[in-house]
């Protein structure tokens, strides 16, 4: 296994501007998890995947985020009109349906929103 | 619906000194249990897990954790603290049984004095 990946690290951007967020979960993995962590927090839901559905979207998650995992592989997260509230890390987990729920994480993608 | 709650949300111990980080959660199910360990600006390690096998769970680094259901505790534990152990620790809890949401506590920071 070659691990989560996450790309990119570090997003710098302005207030209004859309950014999106790729994560690769070690192959084979058919779960995905995106969680948002905010300093002196820990991970917070958003949504999750199993293949390419999307089962579950945390009511964190307004209209102006999005998840996709088109051939159920990697997957993007999408933030449109950013606000200063949205600068937090964001993390991708992936996991197996028959893996007792471990998740394994990704180094996280930070945002800063200015 | 499921919870955790990590008390102290900093720990500092001597090095070579007995490692305690506690954590109660509270599940309508039996639970899985985890513990993650997050080092600055990388994403989560899984140090280890309950599955309602043994209730004394061993995990990564030394660490173990003893799952207590009449106290719905879950409480992590090293017999001796190295200077490598700084960090932050977080109790998580899922559904189990093929539920996939899981909660994470607000971490406990540990420090470890020379």
């Known amino acids: 296994d070659t691990g989560v990946s996450q790309d990119p690290r570090h997003k710098i951007t302005k207030r209004g501007q859309n950014v999106t967020f790729r994560c690769d979960p070690i192959?084979?993995?058919?779960?995905l998890y995106w969680y948002r962590q905010t300093l002196g927090q820990g991970p917070e839901f958003l949504t999750y995947?199993?293949?390419?559905?999307?089962?579950?979207k945390s009511r964190l998650l307004s209209d102006r985020f999005s998840a996709e995992r088109p051939k159920g592989s990697f997957s993007t997260l999408e933030i449109q009109r950013t606000e200063q509230g949205d600068s937090a890390m964001y993390l991708c987990?992936?996991?197996?349906?028959?893996?007792?729920?471990?998740?394994?994480f990704g180094p996280g993608t930070r945002l800063t929103v200015l | 619906a499921q919870s955790v709650t990590q008390l102290g949300s900093h720990v500092s111990v001597s090095e070579g000194a007995l490692v305690l980080l506690r954590c109660n959660y509270s599940?309508?199910?039996?639970?899985?249990l985890f513990w993650y360990v997050q080092y600055p600006n990388q994403g989560l390690q899984l140090l280890l897990k309950?599955?309602?096998?043994?209730?004394l769970v061993k995990g990564i680094n030394g660490f173990e954790a003893e799952f207590k259901k009449s106290e719905t505790s879950f409480h992590l534990t090293k017999p001796s603290a190295h200077m490598s152990d700084a960090a932050e620790y977080f109790c998580?809890?899922?559904?189990?049984?093929?539920?996939?949401?899981?909660?994470f506590g607000a971490g406990t920071r540990l420090f470890v004095k020379a």
């Open positions: 987990a992936s996991g197996r349906v028959a893996g007792a729920d471990t998740q394994y």
């Open positions: 192959s084979e993995h058919n779960r």
């Open positions: 995947f199993q293949n390419e559905a999307q089962l579950e």
């Open positions: 599940s309508s199910v039996p639970p899985y």
């Open positions: 309950y599955t309602s096998a043994a209730t």
């Open positions: 998580a809890v899922s559904e189990g049984t093929g539920g996939f949401k899981t909660i």
